[in-house]
């Protein structure tokens, strides 16, 4: 069974950082591009940063420059520096992943609450 664990979220004051890892795990032949979302009380959820199976990178404008996205295999993480409470949100890691005996697929993580205060 294919899984997105995600970790590293929290509370943080206004310039700080967090960083938040997403590992695949299970019966996998593939992982291509892992991806982070976030979703802010009453907005649309959002693309943060992507990472793909190359390790080529894609922000959102509003990030640029203060996060980080990596990757270790099948684990990425979201260095996130210079925090700002508009960066208050539910963080999804999205990843498209071929698992064995199955064709490849979409999957989601169970989101990681980001707080930043003023």
């Known amino acids: 069974q294919v899984q997105l664990l995600e970790s590293g979220g929290g509370l943080v004051q206004a310039g700080g950082s967090l960083r938040l890892s997403c590992a695949a795990s299970?019966?996998?032949?593939?992982?291509?591009?892992i991806r982070w979302y976030r979703q802010a009380p009453g907005k649309q959820r959002e693309l943060v940063a992507e990472?793909?199976?190359?390790?080529g990178t894609n922000y959102a404008d509003s990030v640029k420059g203060r996060f980080t996205i990596s990757r270790q295999r099948n684990t990425a993480y979201l260095q996130m520096n210079s925090l700002k409470p508009e960066d208050t949100a539910v963080y999804s890691c999205?990843?498209?992943?071929?698992?064995?005996?199955?064709?490849?697929?979409?999957?989601w993580g169970q989101g990681t609450q980001v707080t930043v205060s003023a």
């Open positions: 999205n990843a498209d992943i071929t698992p064995w005996h199955s064709r490849r697929a979409d999957y």
């Open positions: 299970g019966s996998i032949v593939r992982v291509d591009a």
């Open positions: 990472v793909t199976n190359g390790s």
